[in-house]
């Protein structure tokens, strides 16, 4: 008779039991909480064992053959299985060499991603952690996610943090709001997930309550299927790009039929006058109006009139979903909605006003833990080190060291990395133009990457050490907008010889003599313990009262005190003065002061429409006539479990789905199920095609995170045959303020691929050989 055995987990998709059989074969549980459990849980099963796990310490042969230096055959040459005393030791002593000789400003401590839910096991603390206690690290600002309207928005309104984790909660839009209007719509694929683990899925249930209670949805995107078809809807299929075009030519009808509210503008936001002038045209001779709107978005003008002329009437609540924010000048997309919602006055209302990320990530409009409760966390300490890049300028970085760039205000210089450490997260994912960034992976002496799998990110490092993945060590899992804590309770054994990040780092801290600095002699049962019982001890001093660790371990799950009534900015509607804001002048800026004095051409002193290169209406469209959206996957979480079966179920033909209109399609004969090739002057991917009407003509959709797979290794420029978009994306920022990702929007052309179908060959690992040289 088979015994089974039930552990506690979380994954940033889903809480969930994990059924362990004694064969090793494990079945998910959701949480018995959750309403509507994600489909990417599916992915788990499969790739726990799955062939392209790292099983051991592994060394790039040309790094152990010749030693560190810039080299153009990573990605190419086989791997050399060692011991993990002698990685070990090469690893302490290149650390040596490296701080030794050049200064911790030559260490690159790469870390983004979203890695494992577990709060001790959190890959970017632990590496973080790990090197603040050598001497600290170049480290990265921002998000690839939401970078420019992060920057611009703690600028004008208010911070992110404040926007995602106090923004106003579902259940105040559902009593008070009449009309939802979401610029990016509201996917339900991206609420499946919250950073930091999502325990109950509710969005849908929300939207359901809101559209019996009559809230009318109207939403702008190119993707019909970006706003469920259960609340009936308006959708208006905008050209990629032209939103903020659109919100101009709403604020020019409500400017011209005197529809804004003046009192609130002058009461609660400075710089009205000169976004008015703008608006009108007084300077520029062109007026915003919503047929100038219409000519660059395909909205018809009366469509865009008779929506300014309805939210005038009605208690509305503005979104814009982190995907507008992702391309050329994506700053303009969250201030304009800023200013659209400041012109209806309704900010603080409840129910009204402005949203930025609802439909991103589950937790925004979620509700949240009592303010001062927190959560346990494991201190990274202090990096001394105070270069930074913005993340998303990392092939800049690496090919340009000592170059000049902007941010923010501040004029910077890239540092001159010797060596790159990376845990956590897979940049051949994340970053823009994949040719150009294996390039630059070639620039640094050293790469080291932990990884649980043989990624893209993997296949180019030097040194590999083989991480756990969360279902085989222990941990503490939530997020601060979720109404649980979660014991992570260990379900396998570690995969052959992997270790966890924090096994892996206090080795190498001893070897280095920072044993006792990095671990404060505690191993992963002591660090639980002690940082639960900190963190109880806490809110006990708050009033809240916690079981112990061990009642808690025993339980699996915590239920901790739960807010779920916000109404963002209702304060400083009633006192603005009382209750300022974080801004400049302490009110929403319309026009900004500072942002003019930086004098960026690229990003002006109020919101403005700005044409970019990525368009349908642009120069480059004649050569390559089709806008390709790289958005989130539907099947996994970024990059994450792309072997998973969820993930590999919705392949076809072994490669990433890419939708086309019919009418594309049939122009280019393209049958539904064909693999087709995806170029343009920057790269070319092979995927397989899906003709649907869910998008508009001129537009194809092609979801971000397969794994990369060149079809000649050796060969940068070499076609993607499973097909990543990021070959064909724009590496540059999204102005001189933000410097964030462009990725969502690039132009393309496709083909069908007439040729023989390469072999995908990343589903497998890298070869390796023995020390003998045998393959």
């Known amino acids: 008779m088979t015994s089974r055995t039930l552990r506690s987990h979380l994954s940033h998709w889903g809480a969930f039991d994990a059924e362990v059989s004694d064969a090793g074969n494990v079945k998910i549980h959701p949480f018995e909480h959750d309403p509507d459990p994600s489909p990417l849980l599916d992915n788990i099963p499969d790739s726990v064992r799955h062939a392209t796990r790292v099983a051991q310490p592994m060394v790039r042969a040309g790094w152990l053959e010749q030693g560190p230096g810039p080299t153009d055959r990573r990605g190419v040459g086989e791997f050399v299985p060692v011991s993990w005393d002698e990685v070990i ?62 920057v611009i928005l703690r600028r004008v309104l208010a911070s992110s943090e404040l926007l995602h984790n106090l923004g106003t909660n579902w259940n105040t839009l559902i009593n008070h709001t009449d009309m939802l209007i979401c610029f990016g719509g509201l996917p339900l694929k991206n609420v499946a997930v919250t950073n930091g683990g999502a325990f109950r899925h509710r969005i849908p249930d929300f939207l359901q309550q809101a559209r019996q209670r009559g809230m009318e949805f109207v939403y702008f995107s190119p993707l019909r299927d970006d706003m469920t078809d259960t609340v009936a809807a308006t959708w208006h299929p905008v050209s990629p790009g032209s939103d903020v075009a659109v919100m101009l030519g709403l604020a020019h009808t409500l400017l011209s039929e005197g529809l804004h509210d003046r009192a609130f503008l002058d009461r609660y936001c400075v710089g009205f006058e000169r976004l008015e002038r703008y608006i009108l045209g007084l300077d520029d001779g062109q007026p915003k109006s919503a047929e100038w709107a219409g000519s660059l978005s395909g909205v018809p003008a009366d469509e865009i009139r008779a929506l300014s002329r309805k939210m005038a009437g009605q208690r509305v609540f503005i979104t814009t979903t982190w995907s507008l924010q992702r391309q050329e000048f994506g700053e303009q997309p969250p201030w304009m909605a800023v200013a659209l919602a400041a012109m209806l006055g309704q900010i603080g209302l409840p129910g009204g006003g402005y949203g930025f990320g609802y439909g991103s990530v589950n937790r925004v409009g979620n509700g949240r833990i009592p303010d001062g409760l927190g ?43 010797r060596l790159v450490y990376w845990a956590g997260g897979n940049p ?101 313990r002690h940082l639960y019982e900190s963190w109880r001890e806490k809110a006990l001093k708050k009033g809240h009262q916690f079981p112990d660790f061990d009642r808690f371990w025993a339980e699996g799950y915590l239920q901790l005190p739960y807010n779920e009534s916000a109404n963002l900015f209702s304060e400083f509607r009633v006192d603005p003065d009382a209750n300022a804001l974080k801004t400049p002048s302490g009110k929403i800026e319309l026009f900004s002061e500072t942002i003019a004095g930086f004098g960026y051409e690229d990003c002006p002193g109020h919101p403005t429409w700005q044409e970019p290169q990525e368009w349908l209406r642009g120069k480059r469209a004649a050569e ?34 890419v939708r086309l209109h019919p009418e594309d399609a049939a ?56 097909g990543n978009p990021n070959m064909l994306t724009l590496d540059a920022g999204t102005s001189s303020l933000a410097q964030g990702c462009v990725g969502q929007h690039t132009l393309v052309e496709v083909e069908r691929w007439k040729d023989e179908h390469p072999r995908v060959k990343v589903l497998e690992p890298p070869p390796t050989r023995d020390v003998r040289g045998a393959v």
């Open 89 to 150: 030791d090469l690893l302490s002593a290149e650390l040596r060499r490296v701080y030794g000789t050049y200064g911790p400003e030559a260490v690159f401590g790469g870390s983004y991603g979203w890695a494992s839910a577990g709060r001790f096991h959190h890959a970017q603390s632990q590496i973080h952690r790990f090197l603040n206690t050598l001497g600290g690290y170049v480290g990265s600002v921002d998000s690839y996610s939401h970078a420019a309207g992060s």
């Open 375 to 417: 959560l346990p966390v494991l201190r990274q300490g202090v990096n001394p080190v105070k270069r930074f890049i913005p993340v998303a300028r990392i092939s800049d970085m690496l090919l340009n060291p000592g170059a000049e760039f902007d941010y923010d205000g501040g004029r910077y210089t890239y540092p001159d990395i």
């Open 428 to 528: 051949f994912h994340h970053h823009q133009n994949i040719p150009r960034l294996r390039r630059a992976f070639g620039r640094p002496e050293t790469i080291v990457v932990h990884d649980p799998y043989w990624t893209s990110t993997a296949r180019h490092a030097d040194v590999v050490i083989p991480s756990t993945i969360s279902l085989e060590r222990n941990d503490l899992g939530g997020s601060p907008n979720e109404a649980y804590l979660a014991a992570m309770q260990q379900a396998f054994p570690p995969y052959q010889q992997s270790r966890s990040d924090y096994d892996a780092f206090s080795d190498l801290a001893s070897a280095l003599g920072m044993g006792a600095a990095f671990t404060e002699e505690r191993d992963e049962a002591a660090w639980l």
């Open 624 to 657: 390559f006539p089709l806008l390709m959206i790289a958005n989130n996957p539907k099947t996994r979480l970024h990059s994450q479990l792309d072997v998973g079966k969820y993930s590999q179920d919705s392949k076809v033909q072994g490669r990433e789905p």
């Open 667 to 722: 122009s280019r004969g393209i049958s539904d199920g064909d693999v087709v090739r995806i170029y343009n002057d920057r790269g070319s991917l092979l995927a397989g095609a899906v003709v649907s009407d869910e998008l508009r003509p001129n537009v194809i959709q092609l979801s971000t995170g397969a794994w990369y797979d060149p079809l000649d290794p050796s060969d940068p420029e070499s076609m993607c045959v499973h």
